[in-house]
């Protein structure tokens, strides 16, 4: 048995599609910081990556992301991170005549943070209970 079944086998599906959630999230903090620092910018249109929208897609079929390999020998797609996905396809643009609104990106910031806290808090958890579960097996 290779180490990426054996992977597999160790962590099931949440784990995947919480480490995919926080990949996300990430992402999503780039494109509304960007907008935060262009607040000031004259004509600046603010941006949006779609979470839900992109978290669906990849839970229900992640063979179909297209991932961009930096090295020929890195792991097969199934196995690689979101953050190497192209996304400028997936951010939306979000036109309002009187350029960012600083508050209400203050506040999608914030979401999105807490949505990652409670992600990683989700990911402690699982990793908890399986390290009580080899310490169990002694």
Do not use: C
Request: aromatic share 4%; no cysteine.
């Amino acid at each position: 048995m290779d180490k990426i079944e054996i992977g597999k086998k160790l962590f099931d599906q949440t784990v995947g599609v919480l480490n995919r959630s926080l990949d996300v999230r990430t992402v999503r903090h780039r494109v509304l910081s960007s907008n935060v620092a262009n607040a000031e910018t004259p004509n600046y249109t603010s941006k949006d990556l779609p979470f839900q929208k992109i978290l669906e897609r990849s839970v229900e079929n992640s063979s179909t992301i297209p991932l961009q390999k930096t090295h020929p020998q890195h792991f097969p797609e199934s196995g690689s991170s979101l953050l190497t996905t192209d996304w400028s396809s997936e951010v939306e643009s979000q036109p309002n005549e009187e350029g960012v609104n600083i508050d209400q990106e203050m506040a999608k910031l914030a979401e999105n943070n807490l949505m990652f806290q409670a992600g990683i808090q989700s990911l402690v958890k699982k990793l908890e209970a399986l390290k009580m579960t080899i310490a169990e097996g002694r």
